[in-house]
């Protein structure tokens, strides 16, 4: 299964980024929440959470490496890029609106 993501502002969708749900045990220890509970949220309410969630996981890779998924469909490296990828899109859009498909 795969967790869509995109912004949309005024009435229309942004750029858009996939990545397998393999990892978001990981999204959920950096961010303190799941990444679903972001769908519906205002994108430049989001930063504060992604730039705390990423640094976490820059300050401890080891720990989000040791939950790799062990059918090796996703990655520490993968999912820090996929939270980074979100960071620059609500940079990008902070008016729009954060929505995820799983």
């Not at 393999?22 to 205002?42: E, Y």
């Not at 730039?51 to 490296?77: C, F, Q, R, T």
Request: charged share 25%.
């Amino acid at each position: 299964m795969s967790i869509d993501i995109w912004i949309k502002e005024k009435n229309w969708e942004t750029d858009s980024i996939n990545h397998t749900s393999n990892c978001s045990g990981m999204w959920c220890k950096a961010l303190g929440i799941p990444l679903r509970d972001l769908d519906g949220t205002k994108a430049e309410d989001a930063i504060p959470v992604l730039v705390k969630g990423i640094a976490d996981m820059l300050e401890n890779p080891s720990v989000y490496e040791e939950m790799n998924p062990p059918n090796e469909w996703g990655s520490y490296e993968s999912a820090k890029k996929y939270l980074e990828k979100l960071l620059e899109m609500c940079q990008k859009y902070p008016d729009g609106n954060i929505e995820i498909s799983y």
